[in-house]
């Protein structure tokens, strides 16, 4: 059965948030019943645009370059099921930022060695041959996306194949232009998630033996 790799998956907010604002002391200081504590750990991440993502109990916060990104530090269900409800916390506190999209990122870890079921209508066979007759002969990992039309939003699900692991990455992409769409989105994350769940063990080769 396909694994949710937490670390790796995440809640993204597309919109004009402002860094200077959103800071571990402004995080404490409006939200302290969801953010206890006084410590917290900070990290510039290197990129074409510099950001800095900072830690507080254990859940990671990334407001630069027009996106907030929420994660978790650690593989941690609770925690991950707590990214919904602070995200909309910031978003009821910042109502008037402009937005643009939100996100729901989930990754999945398939079975080690195993085809996915999808496979057979996958032509790899096909692929290394036309590759061969043009020189390349050492593929060393592929994607394949399949983006699909929801009744809320729009699912792009890749398939990324290494010699070491098959993971599947599924981005539920929801456009929105104010807060309270926002967190009607938000309030989908569960069920989301739970469907996320569905399509990766249905994918997965355990139960399509």
């Given at each position: 059965?396909?694994?949710?790799v937490?670390?790796?998956?995440?809640l993204?907010?597309?919109?004009?948030?402002?860094?200077?604002?959103?800071?571990?002391?402004?995080?404490?200081?409006?939200f302290?019943?969801?953010?206890?504590?006084d410590?917290y750990?900070?990290?510039?991440?290197a990129?074409?645009a510099?950001?800095?993502?900072?830690?507080i109990n254990?859940?990671?916060?990334?407001?630069?370059?027009?996106?907030?990104v929420?994660?978790?530090?650690?593989?941690?269900?609770?925690?991950f099921?707590?990214l919904?409800?602070?995200a909309?916390?910031?978003?009821?506190?910042?109502?008037?930022t402009?937005?643009?999209?939100?996100?729901?990122?989930?990754?999945?870890e398939a079975?080690?060695?195993?085809p996915?079921?999808?496979?057979?209508?996958l032509?790899?066979r096909?692929?290394?041959?036309?590759?061969?007759n043009l020189?390349?002969?050492?593929r060393?990992?592929?994607?394949v996306?399949h983006?699909?039309?929801?009744?809320?939003?729009?699912?792009?699900?890749?398939?990324?194949?290494?010699?070491?692991?098959?993971t599947?990455?599924?981005?539920?992409?929801?456009?929105?232009?104010?807060?309270?769409?926002?967190?009607?989105?938000?309030?989908r994350?569960?069920?989301?998630?739970t469907?996320?769940?569905r399509?990766s063990?249905?994918?997965?080769?355990?139960?399509?033996r």
């Amino acid at each position: 059965m396909a694994r949710l790799v937490i670390p790796n998956s995440n809640l993204v907010i597309i919109g004009a948030w402002n860094p200077a604002i959103i800071t571990p002391v402004w995080l404490r200081q409006q939200f302290p019943d969801l953010l206890a504590g006084d410590q917290y750990q900070a990290e510039f991440i290197a990129g074409p645009a510099v950001s800095v993502r900072f830690t507080i109990n254990d859940v990671q916060i990334d407001p630069s370059n027009g996106r907030l990104v929420l994660s978790c530090a650690v593989d941690d269900q609770a925690k991950f099921e707590f990214l919904p409800r602070l995200a909309t916390a910031i978003s009821e506190r910042l109502p008037h930022t402009p937005v643009a999209a939100v996100g729901f990122n989930f990754v999945f870890e398939a079975a080690q060695g195993e085809p996915l079921a999808v496979d057979r209508f996958l032509d790899e066979r096909g692929q290394d041959e036309f590759y061969a007759n043009l020189g390349l002969t050492s593929r060393v990992g592929r994607q394949v996306t399949h983006s699909f039309a929801l009744p809320q939003s729009t699912l792009n699900l890749t398939y990324e194949y290494k010699p070491e692991r098959t993971t599947l990455m599924f981005n539920f992409h929801n456009n929105v232009t104010n807060g309270q769409q926002v967190r009607d989105a938000l309030a989908r994350f569960a069920g989301v998630l739970t469907e996320a769940r569905r399509l990766s063990d249905a994918i997965d080769p355990v139960n399509n033996r």
